[in-house]
């Protein structure tokens, strides 16, 4: 006579994979998998996740030197677990993660700097404009003719370059920065702004389906722009981009796949790309919810 146990039933196997197939779509929702979750995402705040980020799939979390941050010769992917932070020069209270600089080969700098309590930002360099985007928190921003301004989440403001202003901040803030050495032209002169990317217009864009606001005024004076894209689910890129322009871009919302040269990579909110000139890009939105990205581009100059 011929015994089975439990534990060599077929059926018994069958059974057991199943419920362990289960139990890991259960706790697999930190990662890239589509587990449902039981977190109302419509009650957290507007760019939370780029502050409270999927730092890498579940299944990896245990992984030492495990990062998808990626460095190449004409573009990066920076992503949230491999961000160094660390005191930001002459600012009070704030730490500081560079995520793209010249020595990448780029002619900008973009950062993220994560203001406490009592803190306060210092001038750039000479010649330098400043552009600044609340990722989360509120700060104060006193400009040279004596008013404060109070900017939230989703808001932004340019400083011209040697525009004296000063940032400060009564509790935890995040922002992005980016900083370029302004490329005079005679006789033309670039302006204070302060605005929130819902104050501005949708833009035609023929031939694309995605939406698309510029923060900063397209006239010959200002020698790069911030662009805000929204993508559905589903929506991608149609033209297959190789130009001059560099972009500095950072993830506000949802994931996606970036082709990069000839790599793909999946991205999600918190990640940041530098783009070189000249590198093939292109980009599609997966995911159940609308992909947002904030993105620097060089214009209005001869790449002279």
Known sequence: MQYFSMNSSPHF???SVTIIGLLGRSVCDEGFCSASSILNVESKPLYWKVTNPTLSPSHLQDLPGFTRSVYRSDHALITPESHVFSPLPDWINTLGAFLVT???GAHF???????????KSSLPPNDVERFIFIVDGNVT????????????????????????????????TTLVIFERRYSFLENHVTEFIVGSTDKQPLLETPGEIFELRKLLPTSLPYD????????????FLNVKEVHYNQHGLLL???QGIYRLGDSWYPVQTGDAI???????QWYAALGKSRSRYLLYKDVNRNPL
């Open 102 to 104: 010249p020595a990448m």
């Open 224 to 235: 790069f722009n911030i662009h805000i894209m929204d993508f559905q689910p589903g929506e």
């Open 109 to 119: 700098v973009m950062y993220l700097g994560k203001m406490q309590e009592n803190s």
């Open 274 to 280: 530098w783009m070189a000139p000249f590198v093939p």
């Open 13 to 15: 196997l069958l059974l």
């Open 141 to 172: 921003l006193a400009d040279a003719f004596g008013k404060s301004h109070k900017l939230t989440v989703d808001s932004y403001a340019y400083l011209p370059p040697n525009f004296k202003h000063s940032i400060e901040c009564d509790g935890s």
């Open 252 to 254: 506000l919302e949802g």
